[in-house]
Every structure is written in C-alpha cells, then in structure tokens.
C-alpha cells in the first residue's frame, strides 16, 4: 500500500482543522479521485501526502513506507523524489526553456550522466506528446500544453505515485480529456495517481475510486 491513512486529523497552517477522522488508503495502479467544494479539505489532503502540510494527529500515516507523524525534515526531500507533483497553475520555471527545466530537476534529483539526462527528456516529452516543444518557453504554450510539460516533469523519476491537484481546471474541454488519458494511462502501468477535481463529468469517463469531503469529513464513495 502506497498510502495509508487511519484516522488522520488535517489542519490548515492557521491550525483550523479541514479534515478529521481521515481513513485513506491507495494501492500500487489505483486512480483515485477526490471530489468537494472549494475550501472542503481537497488541496489540504494532498499537501499532506508530500509534507506541504503536517498531520495534526493521527493513528497512523503512511506514505510510501514513510510515517508521516515522524519523518525528519532531511528525509522529505527523498520521499518527494518517489512521487510527481502536478500543480494547478503549472509552476513552471518561467525564465527557462521546457528543456532546462527539466534538466533542473533531475540534476536536482541526483542525476549527473549528461546523455541519460538527455536521454530521459526526450523520453519523457515524447511520451506526453510535447518533444517539438522542447526549446520553447513557458510562455510560449498554451494552457494545456504547460499541462502537459507540468506532467512531464512529474514523470521524470518514474514515480509509485502522482498527486495532481485539480490538473484539468483551467483547461477546455477537449484538452482536459487529453490530459485525463495521459494521466489514466499512467494508472494502468501500475502508477498510482490521486487527484483532486470539481469536474465530475470526468468520473463518468475515467472511473476510478472516489472520495468526497464535506463537513470536515471525507467519505469513501460505493
């Protein structure tokens, strides 16, 4: 099990709670998502899965064969580099082509060899559609093309798990499927991917495991 929850009490930096009694699990391939109102707990929840946000309390919190409630500050980095992040505005490094800033993750993760660093960008773009977009900058792209180099960094480790934070929000229609394949795709080589998401239209052409959060609480949906 990737993630593993048991009662988990999720507090807002300001210490209002926003989730309490937090039983989540997710296993290696599972795409989940979790569903509520702006303000119920989504975005808290995932912050918590990469250290973003502490657990107040809980009876257990796992999070690739790391405690949660103990983990060091020294070890997050670590635990970040087995997971892809995808944000909801991109955060792209705006000042530098698609190809240097994927070239400043992984030398950030340890990466030295220049040709597998290379080799791991072309794969990688190429596997998102976006390799003619290599030289181009942030700014140059549309949304859904920022979307899809966002993706592409969070792939570059070969990561268990994705968590991707309302990743088809500010995307029409027709790109947010695009993005909803590649994402699902990755779900069915055995890469576990939590998002969040108000657009449940989605759920009915991607199905996948569904939590809802209201009232402080989130439900395991049947």
């Known amino acids: 099990m990737l993630i593993d929850y048991k009662n988990a009490t999720i507090c807002q930096q300001d210490g209002k709670v926003v989730l309490e009694n937090v039983n989540f699990t997710a296993d290696e391939g599972s795409f989940i998502y979790i569903t509520g109102r702006v303000g119920s707990g989504k975005s808290s929840l995932l912050k918590t899965f990469y250290k973003e946000l502490d657990i107040e309390k809980a009876e257990s919190a796992i999070v690739l064969d790391c405690d949660m409630l103990s983990i060091k500050s020294k070890d997050i980095p670590a635990l970040r580099r087995q997971m892809g992040i995808v944000f909801q505005d991109f ?14 993750v992984l030398k950030s ?64 229609p027709d790109t947010a499927k695009g993005i909803m394949e590649l994402l699902y795709g990755f779900s069915q080589q055995n890469t576990a991917v939590v998002m969040s998401t108000h657009n449940l239209q989605l759920l009915e052409q991607f199905p996948g495991i569904v939590y809802h959060c209201e009232d402080n609480q989130i439900i395991k949906e049947q």
Not at 91 to 104: A, E, G, I, P, Y
Not at 120 to 144: A, N, Q, T
Not at 163 to 168: G, Q
Request: a negative charge; proline letters at 4%; charged letters at 30%.
């Open 109 to 172: 993760t340890g990466w030295k060899n220049k040709e597998k660093i290379e080799a791991r960008i072309e794969e990688v773009l190429k596997v998102v559609g976006m390799y003619d977009k290599i030289e181009c900058m942030p700014h140059e792209l549309s949304g859904g093309e920022q979307q899809r180099i966002a993706i592409a960094r969070a792939i570059l480790n070969s990561p268990k798990l994705i968590v991707a934070d309302e990743p088809t929000a500010n995307l029409d």
């Open 91 to 104: 955060q792209l490094l705006t000042d530098r082509t698609v190809h240097r800033n994927l070239q400043f």
